[in-house]
């Protein structure tokens, strides 16, 4: 699996956006990257996945670098709800064999 | 449609007791996924499982650890002769069979259970 480099935390004010990168240098060309988030107590929760072009969908947008060596992940108007450890996964094929890191932890405060 | 359900949420052994975990997954989801949660760390993979076929067990331990996934009923995870470091967060998750035009798929996850070993 491509090793990936979250920061620890970060912390954002509700209803502004939220950048959330992550660093993938040793991905591999058929990798997916996949972001899920986990709110306390929870399971994960699957966020937005993309191979190579800028994805967005009604939770989120995802940011491919040219190189595929970094995401981001844009949260564009924080909520409380939105405070989660976020996890970026580069995962091949269908991604089932998902192993998560430390991931981010999201803090929001109002 | 009901979500992942994973029973029961809290479990409770003591060493060398067996723990039995069961995952039903979401309707129409033929691919169930365990994975593993230690206090501290992230999720990590342990075995992929369609109807009465184990896919992918690269994640297992070698000893004591089982799963299954019957033709009728729920995936059912064993854990014989449990020691204290099996203590952890064991989650569920599933997906459907038609992984869609991106080439990957989403995988939907259950609420987990929390075996403590005493």
């Known amino acids: 699996d491509a090793k990936t480099t979250q920061p620890n935390s970060m912390e954002s004010n509700e209803e502004e956006p939220v950048h959330l990168p992550c660093n993938h240098s040793?991905?591999?060309?058929?990798?997916?990257i996949h972001w899920y988030r986990q709110l306390p107590s929870q399971g994960p929760e699957y966020v937005i996945h993309?191979?190579?072009s800028n994805v967005n969908n009604r939770m989120a947008s995802l940011a491919i670098a040219e190189d595929r060596k970094s995401s981001t992940l844009i949260l564009h108007r924080a909520t409380l709800r939105d405070a989660a450890v976020y996890y970026c996964?580069?995962?091949?094929?269908?991604?089932?064999?998902?192993?998560f890191g430390k991931g981010t932890s999201l803090l929001v405060t109002p | 449609n009901a979500g992942v359900m994973q029973n029961p949420r809290h479990l409770v052994r003591r060493r060398g007791q067996e723990a039995r975990l069961r995952c039903s997954p979401m309707?129409?989801?033929?691919?169930v996924y365990w994975y593993r949660q230690l206090p501290e760390e992230g999720l990590k993979f342990m075995v992929y499982?369609?109807?009465?076929?184990?896919?992918?067990e690269s994640g297992m331990p070698k000893e004591r650890f089982s799963a299954e996934f019957p033709k009728e009923g729920p995936s059912i995870l064993r854990i014989q002769q449990v020691v204290r470091g099996d203590s952890a967060a064991y989650f569920c998750?599933?997906?459907?069979?038609?992984?869609?035009?991106?080439?990957?798929?989403?995988?939907?996850f259950g609420q987990g259970t929390r075996l403590t070993v005493v």
């Open positions: 998750a599933s997906s459907p069979l038609y992984r869609g035009q991106s080439g990957s798929t989403e995988a939907f």
């Open positions: 309707k129409g989801h033929s691919h």
């Open positions: 993309g191979l190579t």
């Open positions: 996964i580069p995962s091949s094929n269908s991604g089932y064999a998902l192993n």
């Open positions: 499982l369609q109807k009465e076929n184990i896919i992918d």
């Open positions: 040793t991905i591999s060309g058929t990798d997916y």
